[in-house]
């Protein structure tokens, strides 16, 4: 997240990174907005390095996950947001596929290449989102 650009936030456009601490993420999301952009990795599908970006489906990915404070796994986000009586918002996901999930520092050539596409996505996705906003 330090490399989204100062302009994306705003008054209705709040950047955080979360980490690993999911159960924030779902404490936050109980105070209520109206959508949500996840940034995240995603399994290598053969593809290190590929951008994908989709809305979430909620009903799919939070059924049968019970509550995990660590957990960033969007599906563990919802189920818990869901188990504490939330609704999730409208979400985006702007996930990168690994190049590898062994523990080490930094990223992959192939996810770090990924990265200013990445930032452009959030752009795009975060000024859809705000323009929409004010249409609607």
Same mark, same amino acid.
């Given at each position: 997240?330090?490399?989204?650009?100062?302009?994306?936030?705003?008054?209705?456009?709040?950047?955080?990174?979360?980490?690993?601490?999911?159960?924030?993420?779902?404490?936050?999301?109980?105070?209520?907005?109206?959508?949500?952009?996840?940034?995240?990795?995603?399994?290598?599908?053969?593809?290190?390095?590929?951008?994908?970006?989709? &809305?979430? %489906?909620?009903?799919?990915?939070?059924? !049968?996950?019970?509550?995990?404070?660590? /957990?960033?796994? #969007?599906? *563990? +986000?919802?189920?818990?947001?869901?188990?504490?009586?939330?609704?999730?918002?409208?979400?985006?996901?702007?996930?990168? &596929?690994? %190049?590898?999930?062994?523990?080490?520092? !930094?990223?992959?050539?192939?996810?770090? /290449?990924?990265? #200013?596409? *990445? +930032?452009?996505?959030?752009?795009?996705?975060?000024?859809?989102?705000?323009?929409?906003?004010?249409?609607?």
């Amino acid at each position: 997240m330090r490399h989204v650009p100062e302009h994306v936030a705003g008054p209705r456009v709040r950047v955080v990174d979360y980490g690993i601490r999911g159960m924030h993420l779902a404490y936050d999301l109980l105070d209520g907005c109206d959508a949500l952009v996840l940034v995240d990795a995603l399994p290598d599908r053969g593809a290190p390095g590929t951008l994908h970006v989709f &809305e979430a %489906d909620h009903e799919t990915l939070s059924a !049968g996950i019970g509550l995990d404070a660590h /957990a960033m796994d #969007p599906a *563990a +986000v919802f189920a818990s947001l869901a188990a504490l009586g939330g609704t999730a918002p409208y979400t985006v996901v702007i996930g990168c &596929e690994v %190049d590898s999930v062994e523990e080490e520092m !930094g990223l992959s050539a192939a996810v770090a /290449a990924a990265v #200013p596409d *990445a +930032v452009k996505a959030i752009e795009e996705v975060v000024g859809r989102l705000v323009d929409k906003a004010k249409v609607g």
